[in-house]
């Protein structure tokens, strides 16, 4: 095992109430015709001398070993997503950045992939990608969220979200694997 502590939670409502799957009490409101889905991952990052690990940090003087990751995705189906990231244990009073990515983690940091991407090829913004501004506060914990009138797509969701640093460079320094769905 690589020590890391996993969990994975999803949710499934259909809109006439029947559950799919497996079903936690507070999921979320299901649309009259739509569908809510919550997916929810809480994970600690790794170094990469961990193979096979689900979450690393890239930069253990920012994200240390050990530090923690929480997302969650909750959907209407094709109507709107919140995907909400919180951190920590991080470096303390630091901005971030960070953005739902393709790829899952791995050792290299590039193995994530690019942003993803509501309508592929299209603008570069936080209305056609999913962005986070990140700022830890004294604790070295941040929240964030970002919020959609679209949901992840069918046979491409997504598969992480990637911290990078602050500023012009915008290096990845950490990746937490997530399993989107919508
Ligand atoms: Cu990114």
Not at 65 to 85: C, D, E, F, I, M
Not at 87 to 114: E, I, N, Q, W
Not at 158 to 180: D, L
Request: proline share 5%; aromatic share 6%; glycine share 12%.
């Amino acid at each position: 095992m690589t020590g890391t502590r996993r969990k994975l939670m999803m949710t499934a409502l259909s809109g006439a109430g029947i559950a799919v799957g497996s079903v936690a009490a507070g999921g979320g409101a299901a649309a009259a015709d739509g569908h809510s889905v919550v997916v929810e991952v809480r994970d600690t990052f790794v170094t990469t001398k961990v193979k096979d690990a689900t979450s690393y940090t890239y930069d253990p003087a920012l994200v240390p070993a050990g530090a923690r990751v929480k997302v969650r995705s909750a959907s209407v189906r094709g109507q709107r997503n919140v995907t909400t990231l919180w951190l920590g244990g991080l470096k303390p009073r630091t901005h971030f950045m960070a953005h739902v990515h393709v790829g899952r983690c791995g050792v290299d940091p590039l193995a994530s992939g690019g942003h993803y991407q509501h309508r592929v090829g299209g603008p570069v913004d936080a209305e056609n990608e999913v962005w986070f501004s990140v700022r830890t506060d004294a604790r070295g914990n941040a929240r964030a969220s970002a919020a959609h009138n679209w949901t992840y797509e069918p046979g491409r969701f997504p598969e992480s979200v990637v911290v990078h640093e602050h500023g012009p460079q915008a290096r990845r320094i950490a990746c937490a694997s997530v399993p989107f769905a919508s």
